[in-house]
């Protein structure tokens, strides 16, 4: 059972995992970082203990720790309840979601694992704005795709920023290195992909037209300023746009993939469907 602690002292050092995340974040290549994951607020909390991602440590005010109660009931982890003065002082900033919860990394799947069962990937290069990242795991996850390739010059998927833009739903996609880039996209065409380089070229095609009803697909999406490279576009198998408006010539990444997704979703039976 989970181990409810009132803390008063914000330099108590069992909330070190919770420290100055302002200015050291959990990015691993960021000094002072630790590579934790860090959740905030109560969905993205309940994202993340439902994930395989090793919980250590939650920290709320004692509505937000109360509301969890029953996800908890079962963690051997500490959820140390503060006030809301004791939370900013050892965060940095004032948390209107008024909990957070920290874990350790899982191990990233190999890439073979990961794509075996795959009808639908997301491959990226170069997309580096984390809000952005967690917008376009955010809509994978809503529109059925199976896992995110991630290629150079792309930011960690679990920073900070990146999980909670996603409302926790990285936490639920799988996601791996694809590399050597580009070849690692003739092994996806190998592996039995068809890859898609979503470009506004004048030469590429539209989406609906390239895509046939049965086949296992890798969209390919580019960076947010000059999008993909012409290495990563010729090694795919088509260059694919979506149709726009004159005088529109192309869209946020985060909004082109879903747009993408979406339409990849349509081709079969499993499409999402609406909640009521």
Request: proline share 7%; hydrophobic share 45%; charged share 20%.
């Amino acid at each position: 059972m989970a181990q409810v602690i009132e803390v008063s002292d914000p330099a108590d050092p069992r909330l070190d995992d919770f420290r100055d995340l302002s200015t050291a974040d959990r990015r691993p290549d960021r000094p002072g970082g630790r590579g934790l994951v860090v959740a905030e607020g109560v969905v993205v909390v309940r994202r993340l203990l439902a994930s395989p991602y090793p919980v250590r440590a939650l920290l709320g005010v004692a509505r937000r720790i109360d509301s969890l109660a029953e996800e908890i009931a079962e963690l051997d982890v500490p959820a140390y309840v503060a006030s809301a003065e004791v939370m900013a002082a050892v965060v940095g900033f004032h948390l209107n979601r008024g909990v957070l919860a920290t874990a350790d990394r899982a191990p990233a799947p190999e890439l073979a694992s990961l794509t075996g069962k795959a009808r639908t990937l997301a491959v990226l290069e170069g997309v580096g704005d984390h809000e952005n990242l967690g917008a376009l795991f955010r809509n994978a996850a809503a529109l059925g795709v199976d896992g995110v390739l991630l290629g150079p010059g792309c930011s960690d998927p679990l920073y900070r920023r990146s999980v909670r833009v996603s409302m926790g739903h990285v936490l639920a996609i799988p996601f791996t290195a694809v590399e050597p880039w580009p070849d690692g996209l003739k092994w996806l065409r190998d592996s039995g992909f068809r890859v898609l380089a979503l470009t506004p070229a004048a030469d590429a095609v539209p989406l609906s037209e390239a895509v046939g009803a049965d086949e296992r697909v890798a969209v390919l999406l580019g960076s947010e300023g000059p999008g993909l490279t012409p290495e990563a576009i010729a090694a795919a198998d088509t260059a694919v746009c979506i149709p726009m408006s004159r005088g529109v010539d192309s869209l946020n990444v985060a909004t082109a993939a879903a747009v993408a997704f979406y339409a990849l979703a349509e081709r079969g039976t499993d499409a999402p469907a609406c909640h009521r």
